[in-house]
C-alpha cells in the first residue's frame, strides 16, 4: 500500500502565497512522478504541476509562472509553491503519485483545500 499525506492548504488573500507537500510512504518500489492535481466545484481535475523522478517539470496553462514544483527523492516528498494566488486558484488540491514498473498505478491523497479570498 501507498499513502501520499497532503499538508499546506488554507485561506489565503489574492496575490498571496502559500507551499503544498505531499510525502509517499509505504510499499514504494519506483515512483516515476508525482504532481498536484487540483478541481473547483463543477468543474473537472486539472494537472497543476508535475514532476518525474528525473527532474523534469510540466504545468497546466493556467499556471503561467506563478507556481514551482519541486521535490526530494530522498524523501519522496514533493512541494508546490504557489504565488500571485487569483480567487480562481480555489479548489481543492489532490497529490498525486504514478508508481511501479514495468506496471505503474496511480495514487491519490485526500486533497486539501485552498481557498483564495478577493
Known amino acids: 500500500q501507498v499513502q501520499l499525506v497532503e499538508s499546506g492548504g488554507g485561506l489565503v488573500q489574492a496575490g498571496g502565497s502559500l507551499r503544498l507537500s505531499c510525502a509517499a510512504s509505504g510499499s514504494i518500489f519506483s515512483i516515476n512522478a508525482m504532481g498536484w492535481f487540483r478541481q473547483a466545484p463543477g468543474k473537472e481535475r486539472e494537472l497543476v504541476a508535475a514532476?518525474?523522478?528525473?527532474?523534469?517539470?510540466n504545468y497546466g496553462d493556467f499556471v503561467k509562472g506563478r507556481f514551482t514544483i519541486s521535490g526530494d527523492n530522498a524523501t519522496n516528498t514533493v512541494y508546490l509553491r504557489m504565488s500571485s494566488l487569483k480567487s480562481d486558484d480555489t479548489a481543492v488540491y489532490y497529490c498525486?503519485?504514478?508508481?511501479?514498473?514495468?506496471?505503474?498505478?496511480?495514487?491519490w491523497g485526500q486533497g486539501t483545500q485552498v481557498t483564495v479570498s478577493s
Open positions: 514532476i518525474t523522478s528525473g527532474g523534469s517539470t
Open positions: 498525486h503519485a504514478a508508481i511501479g514498473y514495468p506496471d505503474e498505478y496511480d495514487y
